[in-house]
């Protein structure tokens, strides 16, 4: 069973920082991109960051362009996202994802291309 395992959410103040991590099951974890969404009530579901399975592209939303940066450990399963300068536009609930093609060339940024999904970690900024 396929089991991706989000960690490191919470609540902080603006201008805070936190950190997400996600742990894959996956034998394949090392042949895909990996990416983050978000969900905030009322909204829909979106992009925030990819990584692509090498680790040498990364993609971000204009949301959080300098402010979060993702990462991955091939050697041990995990994505992470580093998150930092946070407001509280940035509350939501955070999703990795993983992409269902195999050494995609480009990172996709709809949820339609990612297979896995984990549980998700809130994360709120108060003001």
């Known amino acids: 069973q396929v089991r991706l395992v989000e960690s490191g959410g919470g609540s902080v103040q603006t201008g805070g920082s936190l950190r997400l991590s996600c742990a894959d099951s996956r034998s394949t974890f090392a042949s895909g991109t990996m990416a983050w969404f978000r969900q905030a009530p009322g909204k829909e579901r979106e992009f925030v960051a990819g990584i692509n399975y090498s680790g040498s592209d990364t993609s971000y939303a204009d949301f959080v362009k300098e402010r979060f940066t993702i990462s991955r450990d091939n050697t041990k399963n995990t994505v992470a996202l580093e998150m930092n300068n946070l407001t509280p536009e940035d509350t939501a609930v955070y999703y990795c994802?993983?992409?269902?093609?195999?050494?995609?060339?480009?990172?996709?940024?709809?949820?339609?291309?990612?297979?896995?999904w984990g549980q998700g970690a809130q994360v709120t900024v108060s003001s």
């Open positions: 994802a993983a992409d269902r093609r195999a050494y995609r060339a480009l990172i996709v940024r709809l949820p339609n291309e990612y297979l896995y």
